[in-house]
């Protein structure tokens, strides 16, 4: 989706997808591509999920220490390395960076433990490090996947609805911006920009994901919220829109962003 839409203009990424294998970074660490020069940034989105095919998450950890292994090789000025949201665990929010984390077990413990490690790392030497704690990718994940099913096969959606009489929301961005920010950091980073070592990553505000199933044109109707659903995840994006001019999308914007970038079959 990245590819599809990395702006014009913006320094052209050299693109290493997951077919290399789990732990292509390490692969690469000890056998760096021909490049024509050092790399100024390094830019490592790879991770585990609780639905990757292969592989535990706690690699989250080893994936990210051999992207920084790498980075350091090549001789790259900064290396900006994926997190996530779930690192804040229940948190309404606005979540801020300095917000303490709490995680719940499983993947967002996994990613939490993957910060402590490489920040720790970054502190011995090597090139600066930011983690990116990414929000709700519009297109690559929930609500969408589910959307698109219902679609499919005619059967309503079922959305969880909290005792407030609302449903969840989240901090969606979509491929385009998400696209967009990222050439960005690079950006800062080449010409000498201080980053800071922890950045959220979201759009500028949350978006119910009631809105985005009806900008998706998606049959769905609520059940009662189980007890261990989180309705509101906020990610205070203060930090970045310092750095970038972060749109207020809505949610048809963010359902339109991610339709561009997504591979029709």
Not at 35 to 48: K, M, Q, S, Y
Not at 233 to 245: G, N, V
Request: glycine fraction near 10%.
């Amino acid at each position: 989706m990245l590819r599809r839409a990395w702006p014009q203009g913006a320094a052209p990424p050299l693109w290493h997808d997951r077919r290399a294998g789990p732990l292509a970074w390490d692969m690469l660490a000890e056998a760096p591509p021909d490049l024509p020069e050092a790399p100024a940034t390094v830019v490592c989105l790879a991770g585990v999920t609780p639905k990757s095919r292969s592989g535990t998450l706690d690699e989250n950890t080893a994936l990210a220490l051999a992207a920084h292994k790498a980075a350091s090789l090549w001789g790259a000025r900064h290396l900006f390395v994926a997190s996530t949201s779930a690192v804040y665990g229940t948190g309404a929010g606005p979540l801020h960076e300095d917000t303490p984390l709490d995680p719940q077990p499983g993947y967002g413990a996994a990613k939490a433990r993957m910060e402590e490690s490489l920040l720790s790392l970054a502190d011995s030497g090597g090139p600066a490090v930011t983690v990116l704690r990414i929000g709700n990718v519009a297109g690559a994940g929930e609500p969408f996947a589910s959307a698109e099913r219902a679609r499919r096969g005619g059967v309503p959606l079922q959305l969880d609805r909290f005792a407030d009489g609302g449903g969840p929301s989240r901090n969606f961005i979509g491929p385009g911006t998400l696209a967009r920010v990222l050439a960005a950091l690079c950006d800062h980073a080449v010409r000498g920009t201080p980053l800071p070592r922890v950045l959220n990553v979201g759009g500028r505000r949350p978006q119910e994901m009631a809105d985005i199933l009806d900008a998706l044109a998606c049959p769905w109707e609520w059940r009662p919220a189980p007890e261990t659903a989180i309705q509101r995840l906020h990610l205070d994006t203060t930090r970045l829109a310092a750095l970038f001019d972060l749109p207020a999308q809505s949610a048809t914007d963010v359902v339109r962003d991610a339709a561009a970038a997504t591979v029709t079959t």
